[in-house]
């Protein structure tokens, strides 16, 4: 039995670390890699007929990710399909599985659509007609590195398994693609790079991470416990809660709302460009605000703390990385906040348009391109629920007065404080910046282990 409270050493893998790897599905301890995927909503058209299918259905363990990710090292040659299968409260329940978890994990039970506090508005009525109208049983994530072997997988599996008189008779396929800036970082639709700040549940990557800037002024070394927890479908197996929710990007909008706080702020070149880093925390090359007035490039640097910034003068308490992992300088410490944060994995989605030269985005959308947002935790309520309505759509954290989080900050609107010189105090002013993220869809969900799996 491997400790939940501390890392995993994936330095080398022995068949007892193999073994325990086999207990819970991919991807949670460390993202998959692909660079597309398919998200298929099911609901349950024959029970027994989804029953089987889930029995012997190859979902993707994280021994074989991390094998894979040996051989890729060693070899170049690129993984296989990932294939991961989630459940609703309501799936469990139909599988006949009613209460597997207690009182502590209600938001799971009830699900997002009932969870007025994260949801725009505390309604769903910006919900896309597909997430809307149907309450999903389960959902299966299949990723890969190309489209045409992708698309095979997921077309021969609904032409198989849904249907009248099939598995499953509802089906809703969202697509996800990566896209990538000149360095080969990961980029947002609003042109920032992404993700770089995760918890480090591997030792590799943690020794990684020491290597490559260093972890003395922020540790994000986590414990397996952050986002596994014993799975009661099945002893010995570990299982994980997992949100999903599609946010629609309105990147013409927040381009122009960007252009209009460098009029308001009468910021002149080359200081324009920390008018975004000021909502988001980086600037688009992912150089964080707290450390430099403009972008340094790479490598993006996630060893960095907010001590030399205790009033926001340089980085504004609600830059969108800082309200949602405050690394310490809130009202909690830093092993608090640190605690809260979720495994995310989430990817892009939409067509852009982009220099083949400079890789620089040549369109600005209104619609139809966002973020797939999908993160891993141990607890709904004190991770995702409390770092979106505790931080991010709490105007008064954390400092009264301090606005919601510009890019996903949801209500109440209103103004934020922002700050004409960087780390000067003095001629600060109002200026509302939000609302240009919108909640299309979402669910939450909890990831099995294989063994669960065999067990519904």
């Not at 060693?74 to 799936?91: H, I, M």
């Amino acid at each position: 039995m491997f400790d939940l409270n501390t890392q995993f050493d994936d330095s080398f893998l022995n068949e007892e670390k193999l073994a325990f790897l086999k207990t819970f599905q991919a991807n949670i301890l460390k993202g998959h890699g692909r660079e597309r995927v398919a998200l298929l909503f099911l609901t349950v058209e024959n029970i027994e007929a989804a029953r089987n299918l889930l029995h012997g259905f190859p979902v993707s363990d994280a021994a074989s990710q991390l094998l894979e990710t040996q051989k890729f090292k060693a070899t170049q040659e690129p993984g296989d399909l990932v294939r991961l299968v989630f459940l609703t409260a309501k799936g469990l329940r139909l599988f006949g599985h009613d209460d597997v978890f207690d009182g502590n994990h209600s938001a799971y039970s009830a699900g997002m659509r009932n969870d007025e506090q994260v949801l725009d508005a505390g309604v769903t009525d910006t919900w896309q007609n597909e997430f809307r109208s149907t309450d999903y049983d389960l959902l299966l994530l299949i990723a890969f590195h190309e489209e045409p072997a992708l698309l095979q997988e997921v077309n021969s599996f609904i032409e198989t398994h849904c249907g009248a008189e099939k598995a499953f008779n509802s089906v809703f396929v969202q697509h996800g693609k990566s896209y990538r800036n000149i360095d080969n970082e990961g980029v947002e639709h609003f042109g920032y790079v992404d993700g770089r700040s995760q918890p480090l549940f591997l030792r590799e990557d943690i020794r990684r991470e020491e290597e490559n800037g260093g972890i003395n002024m922020f540790n994000p070394v986590a414990p397996l416990s952050q986002v596994l927890l014993p799975d009661p479908l099945a002893d010995g197996g570990f299982g994980s809660f997992f949100v999903f929710r599609k946010l629609e990007q309105n990147v013409e909008g927040f381009k122009a709302r960007e252009a209009d706080l460098v009029g308001a702020l009468q910021l002149t070149p080359p200081d324009e460009e920390r008018a975004g880093a000021m909502a988001v925390g980086r600037f688009e090359d992912g150089t964080p605000l707290v450390l430099s007035q403009h972008g340094t490039g790479v490598p993006v640097v996630n060893n960095f703390s907010y001590s030399s910034d205790p009033n926001g003068l340089k980085c504004p308490f609600q830059a969108h990385i800082r309200k949602t992992h405050p690394r310490g300088s809130a009202l909690g410490s830093a092993e608090f906040d640190h605690g809260v944060q979720m495994a995310r994995r989430g990817i892009t989605y939409g067509e852009r348009r982009q220099d083949p030269n400079t890789k620089e985005f040549l369109d600005q959308p209104s619609k139809d391109v966002g973020l797939l947002f999908m993160s891993y935790q141990a607890s709904i309520e004190n991770q995702f629920r409390f770092m979106q309505t505790v931080w991010a759509n709490n105007p008064n954290f954390p400092v009264a007065g301090t606005g919601i989080d510009p890019i996903i900050g949801q209500f109440p609107a209103g103004s934020q404080v922002w700050h004409p010189s960087y780390g000067v105090a003095g001629n600060q002013i109002n200026f509302p910046f939000d609302g240009f993220v919108r909640l299309m869809g979402g669910d939450y969900f909890y990831a099995p282990s294989p063994a669960g799996l065999k067990a519904l």
